[in-house]
């Protein structure tokens, strides 16, 4: 499985950026997609994760409201929406691959390159 994101940029605060995670490769209706964003100097934090049957979300207490997981499986393809954008929201997000709904980073066995978000204050 491979997972190319993308769609980071530099946005200033109260401003919406939509994230995508493209999967390539072996998937289920039972994986998950997770979505992960680590700031410098700060270890990596769980964001969202999704079922690809899409029957199965969830996004992390401190960002629902503003963050919002999907996926259109036809393009094999996971977004994350970002609303209400603050500058603790700069890092840089990840998206990665795995079968179980966790949040933790471990858990996940496939990994895209990351895409960074700035937010300007």
């Known amino acids: 499985v491979q997972l190319q994101a993308s769609g980071g940029g530099l946005v200033q605060a109260g401003g919406s950026l939509r994230l995508s995670c493209v999967s390539s490769?072996?998937?289920?209706?039972?994986?998950?997609t997770g979505w992960f964003r680590q700031a410098p100097g700060k270890e990596r934090e769980f964001v969202a994760t999704?079922?690809?049957?899409?029957?199965?979300?969830y996004v992390a207490n401190s960002l629902e409201g503003r963050f919002t997981i999907s996926g259109d499986n036809a393009k094999n393809t996971v977004y994350l929406q970002m609303n209400s954008l603050k500058p603790e929201d700069t890092a840089v997000y990840y998206c990665?691959?795995?079968?179980?709904?966790?949040?933790?980073?471990?858990?996940?066995?496939?990994w895209g390159q990351g895409t960074l978000v700035t937010v300007s204050s």
């Open positions: 990665a691959a795995g079968t179980r709904a966790t949040v933790g980073a471990t858990e996940y066995d496939y």
């Open positions: 490769g072996r998937t289920f209706s039972s994986d998950f």
């Open positions: 999704r079922r690809a049957s899409g029957d199965n979300t």
